[in-house]
């Protein structure tokens, strides 16, 4: 039961002072404004980033467009899918000093950093990829008869929106940053990324390694700062699209702001409260497994996750000593020890949020399990499951985004939908059965991006990843991706 031991280059690493990533170097902020980064494991500052000022947003923008007129634009796409795949392979190579600075910085345990800030990105770079020689247009018949011999042919054309502006929020902050930074660079868009104030780092060396891999100057630039940051990158008159990922009220603002801008596209990848449908043949000993996994990875820090468990009323006591007996078994403490499957929440705020969410359960709830922060330096607290007082227990509307799952009993399958949909959020949902027909039949009826069956959380970079409802629009992976990275450009030709 100890703590790993930091790499000398994590150790340099955080030494450094951190700014920004502009035109291809680092660039030291020239601002007065410091945000420290906290390690959410004992409360200790391990850096300070200093955030960007007006100038320098102007500054990364510039570079951004000159990359995308000039060397980026002369880039083939088969050149551009050489270059994703080394960065993939830097990662790789780079794992363990990417793993240690991302667990320093947000909490998640050395597993999760290695498997999926670092694994999953590189096999995400490298399915975008395989993307980048088969972005096509269509050829068209035109279907007027032609009026005087002449004829006519038409094609369209799939062409690069131009600069982004990537939004990131902490909890996965180097997988998601890569999701933006693949589909930009693979459709042959640059990019201006703007990391969490909590999670700054990792993306600083990642985009290090972008230039090692071949990517040129300008095309992939980080700025860091807090959301006024964000806000000033969104307005900027050359942003031609705005990627985002964070919180429904901050999304709200984003969206807003980039349509007044300048009818900025955007796309939003926003919050949850996402349900998961225990139907009365449900295999519980899978679905607790399956559920433990999935709700609690993170500490519960993670979108798509189950927060809501609907339980038909004949699993109910079943179902809920065996999530008592799982969760019991946690081995709660420091993220950098690899015999832990608990850490702490990721940050000061997010903290008390879920303190409150709690105390919340405790008062009007009944808690199955869990149900308290711990008394230790850090941010930790039990990993919890509650029973809800009804369908209208507020742990069953708010997201949480914390480790409580909240559950209710139901009586019959008929009313799964109208249970689940009573949320203004639509990320994801799952129902676990072994009747395929009854799961067949409620999928149509769910409002939700992603409806998983016997399964919940599973991001697949071939498979689209959006929400409905309040939790955003747009769509991330599969082939979804082209059509918001790219405008559609129409050719007719006489001849
Ligand atoms: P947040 O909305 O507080 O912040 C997200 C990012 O936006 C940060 O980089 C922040 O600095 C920036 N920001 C803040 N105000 C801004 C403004 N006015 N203009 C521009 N940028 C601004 O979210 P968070 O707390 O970092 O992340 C947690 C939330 O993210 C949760 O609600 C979670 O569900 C959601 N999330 C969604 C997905 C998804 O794919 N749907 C994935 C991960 C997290």
Not at 190 to 218: C, D, H, N, Y
Not at 371 to 391: C, D, I, S
């Amino acid at each position: 039961m100890s703590e790993i031991q930091l790499l000398p280059q994590v150790r340099e690493f955080l030494q450094r002072s951190h700014a920004h990533f502009i035109d291809g170097q680092y660039r030291a902020g020239t601002s007065s404004r410091h945000v420290p980064i906290v390690n959410p494991a004992n409360g200790e500052v391990i850096a300070q980033i200093t955030c960007a000022t007006a100038d320098e947003v102007e500054s990364a923008v510039a570079a951004a467009r000159r990359s995308f007129k000039g060397e980026w634009a002369q880039t083939s796409p088969y050149q551009r899918g050489v270059v994703l795949n080394r960065l993939a392979d830097l990662m790789e190579a780079n794992g363990e000093e990417l793993a240690q600075l991302e667990t320093l910085c947000s909490g998640k345990s050395i597993h999760l950093s290695r498997m999926f800030e670092v694994g999953q990105s590189a096999i995400f770079l490298r399915y975008y990829a395989g993307w980048t020689t088969k972005i096509n247009g269509e050829t068209m018949s035109p279907s007027f008869p032609s009026m005087a011999g002449e004829q006519y042919t038409a094609f369209t054309r799939r062409e690069p929106v131009g600069v982004v502006a990537g939004i990131v929020p902490w909890n996965f902050s180097v997988m998601i940053g890569v999701w933006k930074i693949a589909a930009a660079l693979a459709t042959g868009c640059t990019l201006v990324l703007k990391p969490s104030e909590f999670t700054p780092l990792t993306l600083l060396r990642l985009a290090e390694l972008a230039i090692e891999a071949g990517v040129p100057a300008g095309v992939f630039n980080v700025l860091n700062g807090t959301g006024e940051v964000g806000a000033s990158l969104i307005e900027h008159p050359h942003v031609a699209k705005v990627s985002f990922t964070g919180s429904v009220p901050t999304g709200l603002k984003v969206g807003q702001s980039a349509m007044a801008a300048n009818l900025t596209r955007v796309t939003l990848e926003l919050g949850g409260k996402n349900a998961a449908a225990l139907l009365p043949d449900a295999d519980i000993d899978g679905a607790v497994a399956g559920l433990i996994q999935t709700g609690y990875v993170h500490q519960g820090q993670v979108c798509a996750a189950p927060e809501r468990i609907y339980v038909h009323r004949s699993r109910l006591d079943e179902t809920l000593a065996k999530f008592t007996a799982a969760l019991q078994g946690m081995n709660i403490g420091s993220p950098l020890d690899e015999s832990v499957n608990f850490g702490p929440l990721a940050n000061k705020p997010q903290f008390d949020k879920v303190a409150q969410f709690l105390q919340l359960a405790r008062e009007q709830s009944k808690v199955v399990c869990g149900g308290k922060p711990l008394a230790r330096a850090g941010y930790f607290v039990e990993p919890t499951v509650v029973l809800a007082n009804g369908p209208q227990d507020r742990l069953l509307h708010e997201e949480t985004f914390g480790p409580i799952l909240c559950v209710l009993p139901y009586d019959e399958v008929e009313e799964l939908p109208g249970l689940i949909n009573d949320s203004p959020f639509g990320l994801t949902a799952s129902i676990w059965t072994n009747d395929l027909s009854r799961a067949l039949r409620l999928i149509p009826q769910i409002e939700a991006g992603t409806v998983y069956v016997n399964m919940h959380t599973f991001l697949d970079p071939s498979v689209p990843f959006g929400g409905i409802k309040a939790s955003g629009t747009g769509r991330e992976f599969g082939s979804a991706f082209i059509d918001d990275y790219t405008e559609l450009k129409s050719v007719m030709i006489r001849y």
